[in-house]
């Protein structure tokens, strides 16, 4: 089974179309048209959030045009950079109660999809409620493997800013809900503009680069964000019969940059 995963388009406003020099809707076509050249066979296309820069209607109404047009089920969630009840003019039925979260059933594995937004805050949080909704989810779906979706990073990253004044605070809440559960393989979440990977708990996480701009990795705690000219990436997770993830980071810029022959 493979499943696409892209984040952090951060889109701006059509009159706008510029965020450090980049063109944000042009990034996300390239990537989308990327994606149904190379993965037509795809379950599905993840985004883990920060769908805006800022939000606004337009821009929801824009991406969800732009997502019309892909044959592909899309699956979108959101981060410290969108506004729920904008998203959900345009996307309606990915809410449950007063979040942005679902489930998914996908050939015999269940994919959650987690609302970790805090509304005009960088950091995340997983509520009460909203713990008890992925407890409830756990619970259903124990005869299956699991795959988590979610914005915030639920482990640290070394950024100093990042696990300050960005981090996912109900972290180890979560963490003590997961230690329930051995069926849940992986997590995928977005927010660091970064790729990385880890494991807790015997679980595997990764996150992807943004489609639009990339965030340094510095460990000097004086520096406090920088962003950079790393290439755009989105992660296709390859997902085996005993439920194993393997994810690969694809540069679709410039994908058709091959070298044949003779090396
Ligand atoms: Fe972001
Ligand atoms: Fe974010």
Request: glycine fraction near 4%; aromatic fraction near 12%.
């Amino acid at each position: 089974m493979k499943i696409i995963h892209l984040s952090d388009l951060h889109l701006v406003e059509k009159s706008k179309n510029s965020l450090y020099g980049i063109d944000p809707r042009f990034r996300l076509e390239m990537a989308l048209k990327s994606i149904e050249k190379n993965h037509s066979d795809a379950e599905f296309i993840a985004i883990t959030g920060d769908l805006c820069d800022s939000p606004s209607l337009g821009i929801y109404e824009m991406l969800f045009n732009l997502l019309s047009e892909i044959k592909l089920p899309v699956y979108p969630i959101l981060g410290n950079h969108d506004n729920r009840e904008m998203f959900l003019k345009y996307f309606p039925n990915f809410k449950s109660g007063n979040f942005v979260q679902y489930s998914k059933k996908i050939a015999g594995s269940t994919h959650i999809f987690i609302d970790t937004l805090v509304e005009n805050a960088s950091f995340g949080n997983l509520c009460k409620d909203r713990l008890a909704w992925l407890e409830s989810k756990l619970n259903e779906s124990r005869d299956s493997f699991v795959y988590l979706y979610m914005h915030h990073h639920p482990i640290s990253s070394g950024m100093h800013e990042m696990d300050n004044d960005a981090n996912l605070k109900s972290s180890v809440e979560f963490w003590n809900l997961l230690k329930n559960y051995e069926n849940i393989k992986h997590i995928s979440f977005g927010h660091l503009h970064r790729i990385m990977h880890s494991v807790k708990q015997g679980i595997s996480l990764h996150s992807t680069r943004s489609t639009t701009f990339q965030v340094a990795y510095i460990l000097d705690d004086k520096i406090e964000y920088l962003t950079n000219e790393e290439n755009s990436t989105y992660a296709i997770l390859d997902i085996n019969h005993d439920g194993d993830v393997r994810v690969h980071h694809h540069e679709f810029l410039n994908e058709d940059r091959y070298y044949l022959g003779d090396y």
